[in-house]
Structures are given as C-alpha cells and as structure tokens.
C-alpha cells in the first residue's frame, strides 16, 4: 500500500508552470508532505514541505487540499534545469520504513 | 554553503573486497541517514543515526554491512565482503531536528561497482 501516489512521468514546456500532483490519501493529522528532487547523477535536493496550509518559497509553492489528501507542487517558470525526479514522501509510522517511492519525472520542453 | 560530503565519489571493487564509504554531515546537524539506490529498487534507507547512535539499521544486509559515527563529523558505512549484488549508488543525508520527519539534506553519493 503506496502512502504517497504521483504520475510516473510529465512533460512541461519550459517557461510555463509545472503542476505535479501527489495523493497522500491516508495521512494523518500531525503528518507533514515532504517534496524532493532529484536530478539526474546527483542526490535528492529538498524543495518543500507543509501540513496544512499552502506554502511557497524561492523554489516552488506547495498547495494542500483542505482535506489533506492530495497535494500540488507547483514550479511557477519552468526551465531546463528543473528536469528531474520529483518525489513526495510522508514520514514513516509505526514499523514502517522511509520510503522514497518512484516518484514523477518531469521533462522540460524547450 | 554548508554541504555533505561523500567519499569516495567513486569505488570499483571486486567481489570479496572490502568497501569503506565515508559521510561528513552538515556541521551542527545530529541526524545522519544511509540509503542506497538502484534501478530495480529505487531510494532504499539502509541506516539512521541520531547523536551518532544507531536507531535504525534494519535495511541494513547485518551480515556484511556495518555503519558507525565515530565522532559527530564523520559517519562510515562499510561493507565486507562486498558482492556484485551490492552495486549501487550510496547516499549520505544529514538534518538538523532529529526525526523522519525533517528536511534532509543528501551528499552527492558513492557510486559502487563490485565485479
């Protein structure tokens, strides 16, 4: 049972707004959304995360459905270097282990 | 511009042979994470260490992989003896609160060949 659900892949053309959609179905209250990339050869690069409320920094916005299942990361000016991997990834709980899953790629279109 | 470091960059090796990665965290950060990635398997956690102590090394193979922090600037992992199996790329992280739940912040990775 996947905790976070994202496409496998996304084209987006570069100047425009990337949109990459993750399902967080079974959060619970007190878990944060925890958004990584990763480009290609390099290691996961922290983007975002929030709980509740929308949040937005100098790499992308976050927006949380008011029921906390699903969420949006959104890259507002796309470019050629935001080609990579994009993971959303919840904490683990109980016995469970920290998992990055398989997450989305996102290609830039020039 | 804090940053983890990783070495080697790059290890080949040959079945049998001992491997030793080495991880320096963030300074000030007190959570080092081990993962390990294939194709096959994607970003596996191996390890996770908080005021150098282990709290969570059972993605770890026990047999033949071993993690340490012998002081808070370095951490190790190491592998003895290495098998072809254990080709991966091998990522540290560290983070500053001490929980899963926390930004992490990951070296550039140990790419492992094992022939």
């Known amino acids: 049972d996947a905790k976070t659900t994202q496409p496998p892949s996304m084209d987006c053309a570069e100047g425009r707004a990337a949109n990459l959609p993750c399902n967080h179905s079974?959060?619970?209250?007190?878990?944060?959304v925890y958004w990584y990339r990763q480009i290609h050869s390099q290691g996961p690069q922290y983007i975002i995360h929030g709980l509740k409320n929308n949040e937005t920094n100098e790499m992308a916005s976050l927006i949380i459905t008011e029921d906390r299942k699903s969420s949006t990361l959104i890259l507002p000016h796309a470019t050629l270097r935001d080609t990579a991997v994009y993971y959303c990834i919840r904490p683990p709980s109980g016995n469970e282990k920290l998992t990055f899953g398989t997450g989305t790629r996102l290609t830039i279109i020039p | 511009d804090a940053r983890v470091t990783q070495t080697p960059r790059h290890k080949v090796t040959e079945m049998g042979q001992e491997v030793t990665m080495r991880c320096q965290p963030i300074l000030g950060h007190n959570t080092v994470f081990w993962y390990r990635q294939t194709m096959m398997q994607g970003l596996e956690l191996l390890a996770y260490f908080r005021n150098r102590a282990p709290l969570d090394d059972s993605g770890m193979p026990k047999d033949r992989f071993s993690a340490e922090m012998p002081d808070a600037t370095l951490a190790t992992l190491k592998i003895q003896p290495s098998e072809p199996r254990d080709s991966a790329v091998y990522f540290c992280a560290s983070g500053s609160t001490g929980w899963y739940q926390e930004t992490q912040y990951f070296g550039p990775g140990t790419r492992l060949l094992v022939l």
């Open positions: 079974t959060i619970s209250g007190n878990e944060y």
